[in-house]
């Protein structure tokens, strides 16, 4: 009797999976011209204000769009628009207002709070809005952060969870899942503030312990395809953490139709986007800071040729932006003044990483490069082929680009939505790239070093250039002298 009742909620638990809206990965998210072509022909709009073209979805009030994000018992919308919608939609209002009107849409619409309504169109629709919170969830779990956009989330939950065990075990899945992935960003955070916190100048290190002077990353990891790798342990972990709303809200400003004065400042979360291209910089000043440190010209030789390496292997990796902050670092002015270092080093490797990574036309031989490995990912056998990290600075300046150059909104107060088609396939490409899980094998010792060890400040880095190969003129000559005296007290 037992096993019966058992087969039954099994064979229940199936039907209600069966009816649950699928899911396709980010990377079948959008077709190359941008979006799903075929998106809306089956979708009935319960109220006006969409504007289409071929099928595709141009233009609409923004409440009209809400409308078009909530499920009814014959209408689940698109993942893609999911997507589009819930990344855009707060160049125009607060997460929690959107969540606060879906709820309260899902709520009336299908009689949620009514003890008499029918059962079995519970039974349907329940499964569609689950799934919607559920996509919610997992794409921005950030946005949970914000009390009330949870104390709602439990709220519609709890209404939809009310009539079925199984619902209940759903919901709770999820809640605990979003749980998880906020507890897991304050440890980052955490971590974050304390690497932040005890950061100091190299030279103060130096000139209070000068047995550290014979610590350099050689020593550490001699291997440049090792550090390579540890490389990206540190880009993939700082990628995995950066939210898809937060290339929105860094260029978040007002909207024209909005009235309430209060709400741009709160909407720019970047924390996370921030911290990653702190860590750019950072890659780049160790760079500098481990070539000027040798007094040794031969020792400075073999750091760049070392450093050279380690950016030749991050380019067969995939990983464009340790590349690039290595190239940033071996071309600041403290490094490349080094004229009598540059001559001991054979530079051919060099100059191929630099042709790569060349500005001219756009990027064009960098964007090259990226969408061959954004290829090779896509038919990747194994996740080392499936790296690609993109050259973040470019990324975000590409989605600034596009959010400069086309309006939110048309003439008509229309949100314009073949602006947020593009900008939604730019981030869902980075979102497919960060969701890859590092291949490689942790090293505690060289991550720490990489992460940790004092890097020189940009007048330490000048100072240690200019006591490497002297002054070229009188302006060197001056602040070299200014130096010596405000660094290390000397004249």
Same mark, same amino acid.
């Given at each position: 009797?037992?096993?019966?009742?058992?087969?039954?909620?099994?064979?229940?638990?199936?039907?209600?999976?069966?009816? +649950?809206?699928?899911?396709?990965?980010?990377?079948?998210?959008?077709?190359?011209?941008?979006?799903?072509?075929?998106?809306? =022909?089956?979708?009935?709009?319960?109220?006006?204000?969409?504007?289409?073209?071929?099928? %595709?979805?141009?233009?609409? #009030?923004?409440?009209?769009?809400?409308? *078009?994000?909530?499920? %009814?018992?014959?209408?689940?919308?698109?993942?893609?628009?999911?997507?589009?919608?819930?990344?855009?939609?707060?160049?125009?209002?607060?997460?929690?207002?959107?969540?606060?009107?879906?709820?309260?849409?899902?709520?009336? *619409?299908?009689?949620?709070?009514?003890?008499?309504?029918?059962?079995?169109?519970?039974?349907?629709?329940?499964?569609?809005?689950?799934?919607?919170?559920?996509?919610?969830?997992?794409?921005?779990?950030?946005?949970?952060?914000?009390?009330?956009?949870?104390?709602?989330?439990?709220?519609?939950?709890?209404?939809?969870?009310?009539?079925?065990?199984?619902?209940?075990? %759903?919901?709770?899945?999820?809640?605990?899942?979003?749980?998880?992935?906020?507890?897991?960003?304050?440890?980052?955070?955490?971590?974050?503030? $304390?690497? #932040?916190?005890?950061?100091?100048?190299?030279?103060?290190?130096?000139?209070?312990?000068? =047995?550290?002077?014979?610590?350099?990353?050689?020593?550490?990891? &001699?291997?440049?395809?090792?550090?390579? =790798?540890?490389?990206?342990?540190?880009?993939?972990?700082?990628?995995?953490?950066?939210?898809?709303?937060?290339?929105?809200?860094?260029?978040?400003?007002?909207?024209?139709?909005?009235?309430?004065?209060?709400?741009?400042?709160?909407? $720019?979360?970047?924390?996370?986007?921030?911290?990653?291209?702190?860590?750019?910089?950072?890659?780049?000043?160790?760079?500098?800071?481990?070539?000027?440190?040798?007094?040794?010209?031969? *020792?400075?030789?073999?750091?760049?040729?070392?450093?050279?390496?380690?950016?030749?292997?991050?380019?067969?990796?995939?990983?464009?932006?340790?590349?690039?902050?290595?190239?940033?670092? +071996?071309?600041?002015?403290?490094? #490349?003044?080094?004229?009598?270092?540059?001559?001991?080093?054979?530079?051919?490797?060099?100059?191929?990483?630099?042709?790569?990574?060349?500005?001219?036309?756009?990027?064009?031989?960098?964007?090259?490069?990226?969408?061959?490995?954004?290829?090779?990912?896509?038919?990747?056998?194994?996740?080392?082929?499936?790296?690609?990290?993109?050259?973040? &600075?470019?990324?975000? $300046?590409?989605?600034?680009?596009?959010?400069?150059?086309?309006?939110?909104?048309?003439?008509?107060?229309?949100? %314009?939505?073949?602006?947020?088609?593009?900008?939604?396939?730019?981030?869902?490409?980075? +979102?497919?790239?960060?969701?890859?899980?590092?291949?490689?094998?942790?090293?505690?010792?060289?991550? =720490?070093?990489?992460?940790?060890?004092?890097?020189?400040?940009?007048? &330490?880095?000048?100072?240690?250039?200019?006591?490497?190969?002297?002054?070229?003129? *009188?302006?060197?000559?001056?602040?070299?002298?200014?130096?010596? &005296?405000?660094?290390?007290?000397?004249?």
């Amino acid at each position: 009797m037992q096993a019966t009742s058992v087969n039954k909620e099994a064979k229940r638990t199936l039907r209600i999976k069966e009816s +649950m809206p699928q899911t396709p990965p980010f990377s079948a998210m959008f077709d190359s011209s941008g979006y799903n072509r075929n998106l809306y =022909q089956s979708a009935e709009d319960s109220c006006g204000g969409l504007n289409y073209h071929d099928n %595709n979805l141009l233009s609409g #009030s923004l409440e009209a769009l809400i409308q *078009h994000l909530v499920p %009814n018992v014959d209408y689940y919308p698109d993942r893609t628009y999911i997507f589009t919608f819930l990344l855009s939609s707060r160049l125009f209002m607060h997460p929690y207002e959107l969540m606060a009107k879906v709820c309260h849409l899902c709520v009336e *619409h299908q009689r949620l709070n009514d003890p008499n309504s029918d059962k079995n169109q519970i039974r349907k629709i329940a499964p569609k809005i689950l799934q919607l919170l559920t996509e919610w969830t997992e794409t921005f779990p950030y946005d949970f952060r914000d009390e009330r956009m949870m104390r709602n989330l439990k709220d519609l939950a709890h209404r939809i969870a009310s009539g079925e065990e199984t619902y209940r075990k %759903n919901v709770q899945q999820m809640i605990q899942c979003l749980i998880r992935k906020l507890a897991a960003l304050s440890q980052y955070e955490e971590v974050l503030a $304390k690497i #932040s916190s005890t950061s100091t100048d190299r030279l103060t290190v130096i000139r209070t312990k000068p =047995q550290s002077i014979q610590r350099d990353i050689i020593t550490v990891c &001699s291997d440049p395809y090792t550090l390579a =790798q540890q490389l990206t342990h540190i880009e993939l972990e700082r990628l995995n953490y950066i939210g898809p709303e937060e290339f929105v809200q860094a260029f978040v400003q007002k909207d024209p139709l909005d009235n309430d004065k209060s709400c741009y400042s709160e909407r $720019k979360k970047t924390r996370n986007l921030e911290a990653y291209v702190e860590w750019f910089n950072r890659l780049s000043y160790l760079v500098a800071t481990e070539i000027c440190m040798p007094v040794k010209k031969k *020792h400075r030789a073999r750091m760049i040729e070392y450093f050279i390496d380690v950016a030749r292997e991050c380019f067969n990796i995939g990983n464009f932006n340790s590349l690039m902050a290595i190239i940033s670092g +071996m071309n600041m002015s403290p490094v #490349s003044r080094l004229k009598k270092t540059w001559a001991k080093v054979k530079t051919a490797k060099f100059d191929v990483l630099e042709h790569q990574m060349d500005p001219s036309s756009n990027f064009y031989n960098y964007r090259t490069a990226l969408r061959g490995a954004a290829q090779r990912s896509l038919t990747a056998h194994s996740s080392r082929e499936k790296i690609v990290i993109p050259f973040f &600075s470019l990324l975000i $300046k590409d989605i600034y680009f596009l959010n400069e150059g086309c309006a939110n909104r048309l003439p008509n107060g229309h949100v %314009n939505f073949e602006k947020f088609w593009e900008l939604a396939k730019q981030v869902s490409e980075f +979102m497919t790239w960060k969701q890859v899980e590092c291949p490689f094998e942790r090293d505690r010792k060289i991550l =720490q070093y990489l992460l940790t060890v004092p890097v020189f400040s940009e007048d &330490s880095l000048y100072l240690a250039s200019y006591e490497s190969e002297g002054p070229e003129n *009188h302006i060197e000559k001056d602040r070299w002298k200014s130096l010596r &005296s405000s660094l290390l007290g000397r004249v």
